[in-house]
Structure formats: structure tokens, C-alpha cells
């Protein structure tokens, strides 16, 4: 066995919820093949960061893959540049943004533009921009997403976002949380470029067509999540393992490039719950020909919960398990699954509750657990681990880890 699956379901665990039963989505869930994994395989609960952190996905996939947050972790913007495909160089303040839409006095009447979608000819519009010596980079994410990417001398990634997170409110101003004049020329520079964006995006074509259908306009990025690419040592180097990514998401390619992950593109995977997650599984099983370790990402569970569809989220989870048919036998392959977070259906936010671990391979030691479940799986023989213990166990498991002493 010297191959790994690695299948982070985001935000799969959840809480007890009155209206199944006291079950959380997992445990209602009928799930056959997770359970056929768990019966031949070991299981535990993982804080993914650490006890009590609720994590940000991003965060979480840095601890899950061994990088400490804490050293590595600098803001969003980046990791969903990189994950559209943005090139980002050293020094580069990378952002993310929405478009959306704030009358006259910058009062905001939706965040996300009537969820605007096609937004290329607005981010044609504002990239490239000259603001003092600073260039401005715009490119298109999902839907309403965009990313930005300031290149200029002495800038800082330690700015406030311009977004407020809420509507009806004003847009903010950014501004430097460190008290460097690096960072407050990049809050300048990001302020400018939020009120230019207002100027061009209001009197642009496709928002006065959008007007003219009765839609909500795009004419403004609200920008958050400011911050400086990290230098990471990339996964071969740290685990001599050659990895591959499989995400729908901007986020999760990108942070598989940024560990130096080949990225395989699977056309059906969308990020979101009409997926096709039999595809990415498929594909996953045919990338082991060229690489040691595959990490499959599957976005549809936090969605739904952060939408408080629980009845959705347990659906989501039955197709999660239906597509993971042909892993149940296959006994050469080191298969993981578990979530980067919790996200609570009733909270409808990330919550720090631990997350459901399950590891199946050959001749590894089984367990007493029979389902898989946020409380079944807590008298696993992983016991309660903490996200940076995850690739060490790994490792191990291939008989690979680094021997401590002589
Ligand atoms: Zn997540």
C-alpha cells in the first residue's frame, strides 16, 4: 500500500438537529459504503486546527496537509487568486471580492449583485488600472466572485476588508492594522481603487442592460481578505509524496497549487451540490497511475448547511456515499475521508466541533465502530486528534515516517 486518498468532505459534520430526530445530516444519512470503510478501517474525531478553533476552510486544509496555519496563513486573498488561475508574485497583496451592488452614497443594497453571474466584460473593465505606482489586477471568479491582485513597491497585506459583511450598511474604508506606511499606502491605493471600480462599473453596458431587466447592477467590488502569498515548501518536499488536487472550488485548486499539486480538471466538477462526484472519483482512481497521493475535494455538504438546508445536506451526504462504490474493496490504496470543519445547519456558520476521521487500508489495525457518525466515530481507535497529527499518521501508515532516534 503506498498510495493515499484523501477526500475532504467541507463542512460535513454538523450538530444534532431536533427536526431528525436529534441525528445530525451524517448520522441520518444512509450511508452503506462509508460504513462498509469504517467496518474494515479505523476511525476517530479530528480538531482540525486545534481544541475550540472554528476554522475558515482555508485554514483547515493548510493544518489537515501539516502546514501550521500560524506560520503559513496570511489572508484568503491569496489562496483564491492563485485558485482562478491569477499568477501571483512575491510582494503581491492578493484580494478577494464580490460584485455588488450600493447606490449613490455607497450604501450597500446586495453583496452579491442579485448573485451576478458572467462577469468577465466587468473585470475587463477594471483590470490593469494604474493607481500611483501600483498596477491593479482583476480576474473573474464564481458567480459574483472576483480576485484582485495589487503589484507595486512597499505594499502590505495587513489591510482591513472593505467589505462590511452585511447590507444596508456603508462600504467601509480600509485601512492599515499594522502602523507601517507600507500598509497604510495599500489601504490608500485599495480605497481608490474601490471608488474607481464604482465609477466604471456604474456607467458600464452590461449594468445598465442588467438595470434596464429590472436586475441588480455590479457596480462595485467589495474587496476582503487582504494578504501576501506564502512561501511553502511544496508537498513533494515535505512528504516526498507526488500529489494531486481534484476540486470544483477556486479555494481548494488553489491551495493544491500552492503545495505544488497537479491540478486534474474533472468538467463536472462545479464546487457546488449538483456536482458530479462520481466523475472526481473516477478520475482520482486513474491519477494514482502517475501520483502517490490524491486529495479530492467536495464542497456541496457546507453550502447546504450554511444555507440551513439540513434535509439537503443529508441528501448531498447519500450522494457523497453512492459515489464512493468502487473504494469500498479496494485495498491497495490508503483511503481518508473525513471534513476540513463543521458547519452547523441550525447556525448555518463553521463551528469548532470536532470532525468525523476515517482511515481504511490493508493490513492496518480495524476498530469497534460500525457507522460513521460524529458520535459513532468517537470511540475510534484514532482517538481525538488534532489536524497536524493527520499527515504523521499517514505517513506511518506507508511505513514511510521519519524515524525518531536510532
Ligand atoms: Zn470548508
Redesign the pocket.
Given at each position: 500500500m503506498d498510495k493515499v486518498l484523501l477526500i475532504?468532505c467541507?463542512?460535513l459534520s454538523d450538530r444534532p438537529i431536533t427536526e431528525l430526530g436529534g441525528k445530525t445530516p451524517l448520522e441520518a444519512a444512509k450511508t452503506p459504503n462509508l460504513d462498509r470503510l469504517v467496518k474494515r478501517g479505523l476511525t476517530g474525531l479530528m480538531h482540525v486546527v486545534d481544541i475550540g478553533i472554528r476554522?475558515?476552510?482555508d485554514v483547515?486544509?493548510l493544518s489537515l496537509f501539516g502546514y501550521d496555519p500560524n506560520l503559513y496563513y496570511s489572508g484568503r486573498g491569496p489562496f483564491e487568486a492563485v485558485g482562478i488561475g491569477m499568477e501571483i508574485k512575491p510582494n503581491d497583496v492578493a484580494l478577494r471580492g464580490n460584485f455588488a451592488t450600493v447606490d449613490s452614497a455607497f450604501r450597500i443594497i446586495d453583496r452579491r449583485a442579485g448573485r451576478i453571474e458572467h462577469t468577465f466584460p466587468l473585470t475587463r473593465a477594471l483590470n490593469d488600472m494604474l493607481i500611483e505606482d501600483t498596477k491593479v489586477y482583476v480576474s473573474v471568479g464564481t458567480g459574483h466572485r472576483a480576485a484582485v491582485i495589487l503589484r507595486g513597491k512597499n505594499l502590505n497585506g495587513r489591510i482591513s476588508d472593505v467589505d462590511p459583511h452585511k447590507e444596508g450598511v456603508k462600504v467601509r474604508s480600509a485601512y492599515a492594522l499594522v502602523k507601517t506606511a507600507s500598509a497604510k499606502k495599500t489601504a490608500k491605493i485599495i480605497n481608490q481603487f474601490v471608488r474607481r471600480s464604482y465609477q466604471i462599473l456604474s456607467a458600464h453596458p452590461l449594468n445598465k442592460k442588467r438595470e434596464k431587466e429590472g436586475k441588480l447592477p455590479g457596480n462595485i467590488i467589495l474587496l476582503r481578505g487582504a494578504g501576501i502569498l506564502p512561501k511553502l515548501p511544496t508537498f513533494l518536499e515535505k512528504y516526498s509524496l507526488k500529489a494531486a488536487c481534484i476540486a470544483g472550488g477556486g479555494l481548494y485548486k488553489g491551495i493544491g497549487r500552492l503545495l505544488g499539486m497537479d491540478t486534474i480538471e474533472v468538467p463536472q466538477a462545479t464546487g457546488k451540490p449538483d456536482t458530479n462526484i462520481k466523475a472526481k472519483i473516477e478520475a482520482a482512481l486513474k491519477t494514482f497511475k502517475t501520483h502517490d497521493f490524491v486529495f479530492v475535494h467536495i464542497?456541496g455538504a457546507?453550502v447546504l448547511a450554511e444555507d440551513g438546508d439540513f434535509l439537503g445536506k443529508k441528501k448531498f451526504i447519500e450522494k457523497i456515499d453512492a459515489a464512493l462504490s468502487p473504494l469500498v474493496k479496494r485495498e491497495d490504496i490508503l483511503i481518508v475521508i473525513t471534513?476540513?470543519?463543521t458547519?452547523s445547519s441550525i447556525l448555518k456558520i463553521?463551528t469548532a466541533d470536532p470532525v468525523p476521521l476515517l482511515m481504511a487500508g490493508k493490513n492496518l489495525h480495524t476498530d469497534q465502530v460500525t457507522l460513521f457518525g460524529e458520535r459513532s466515530v468517537a470511540s475510534g481507535k484514532l482517538g481525538h486528534i488534532v489536524g497536524k497529527h493527520l499527515m504523521p499518521i499517514i505517513l506511518d501508515f506507508l511505513g514511510r515516517a521519519p524515524l525518531m532516534g536510532a
Open positions: 475532504i467541507d463542512g476554522p475558515g476552510s483547515a486544509h464542497k457546507d471534513a476540513d470543519h458547519t463553521h
